[in-house]
């Protein structure tokens, strides 16, 4: 059972279009993290959120964590080609000292 | 300052064979963990490693085994291969044991196969 769904699990969209990506969970996170992974390399994070209701935006990309810290979206903006990759959401829970990752979104941006 | 450095980076292997995997941290960090990526999933938690010490594991069987070196260097082991094991093998580490308030860094992996 995966704790954290991701969806949708493939977004093709043509270069300018707008997107939204879900992360949803009944667990609650003390935080979440958003990773992009490139083909043959680990995940890099882009933002953590640790507040309920908390929205954090890194230039086209605008994060928000769920008032019930039970979920999360990343919304893209004018999507690129260099946005294509997978994106990851991984939830912390209480103390734990490991990350729940989510089954990740494979975006496929085209010129 | 070098990131998560991990060896090796792609290796082939056989059915019931050993293998062992290696990583460092980033300079200063103590706690290295290890994750597993199967091919289309996202990465699951395998152990945690502080101050020497395993301070977590995930759902994987014993044939899953690690060390953490006084450097803070860190291998992971797995023994009588299977052709389920073959993933990438992620390490990650971070300056303190726990997640909170606390950013961990991902190393590129070593992409194992099993034949």
């Known amino acids: 059972t995966q704790l954290l769904e991701q969806s949708p699990q493939f977004l093709s969209i043509q270069e300018g279009e707008n997107l939204t990506v879900y992360c949803n969970s009944s667990?609650?996170?003390?935080?979440l993290q958003w990773y992009r992974q490139e083909p043959g390399e680990g995940p890099v994070l882009l933002v953590t959120v640790v507040t309920g209701g908390e929205v954090k935006k890194l230039k086209r990309l605008t994060f928000q964590f769920g008032d019930a810290r039970k979920d999360s979206s990343l919304h893209i903006t004018a999507a690129q080609p260099g946005d294509t990759g997978l994106y990851l959401c991984?939830?912390?829970?209480?103390?734990?000292?490991?990350?729940?990752f989510g089954t990740g979104t494979r975006l496929t941006v085209i010129p | 300052d070098a990131g998560v450095t991990q060896s090796p980076t792609h290796l082939i292997k056989t059915r019931g064979q050993q293998v062992t995997l290696r990583c460092s941290p980033i300079?200063?960090?103590?706690?290295v963990s290890w994750y597993q990526q199967v091919l289309g999933q996202g990465p699951q938690f395998i152990f945690q490693?502080?101050?020497?010490?395993?301070?977590g594991r995930g759902n994987f069987p014993d044939r899953f085994s690690a060390r953490q070196f006084p450097n803070y260097s860190s291998e992971l082991n797995v023994n009588a291969l299977l052709l389920g094991d073959s993933a990438l093998y992620l390490c990650a580490s971070s300056l303190a044991f726990s997640l909170s308030g606390n950013t961990i860094y991902f190393g590129e992996g070593s992409w194992l196969t099993v034949v």
């Open positions: 667990s609650v996170f003390s935080s």
């Open positions: 300079s200063g960090h103590k706690s």
């Open positions: 991984a939830g912390a829970i209480g103390g734990a000292n490991n990350l729940f």
């Open positions: 490693y502080y101050e020497k010490e395993e301070r």
